[in-house]
């Protein structure tokens, strides 16, 4: 579920990002150059949190 929420929410806000900025720069609105730049996006963030060890950290 997490993996699907991630894509979500990587889509939403690309997609907005996309929007606004094509806005500004008066470019049309491509959405699927905003799903390619979701997946990766959503791959990623999935990849970053992976990597980060679970447990607790050691003071020294």
């Given at each position: 579920?997490?993996?699907i929420m991630t894509f979500f929410?990587?889509?939403a806000l690309?997609?907005?990002?996309?929007?606004v900025a094509g806005a500004i720069a008066n470019v049309?609105?491509?959405f699927s150059a905003g799903i390619v730049v979701s997946v990766i996006a959503a791959l990623l963030v999935i990849i970053l949190g992976e990597s980060v060890p679970d447990g607790e950290f050691a003071d020294h």
């Amino acid at each position: 579920m997490r993996y699907i929420m991630t894509f979500f929410w990587a889509f939403a806000l690309v997609s907005m990002l996309n929007y606004v900025a094509g806005a500004i720069a008066n470019v049309d609105f491509n959405f699927s150059a905003g799903i390619v730049v979701s997946v990766i996006a959503a791959l990623l963030v999935i990849i970053l949190g992976e990597s980060v060890p679970d447990g607790e950290f050691a003071d020294h």
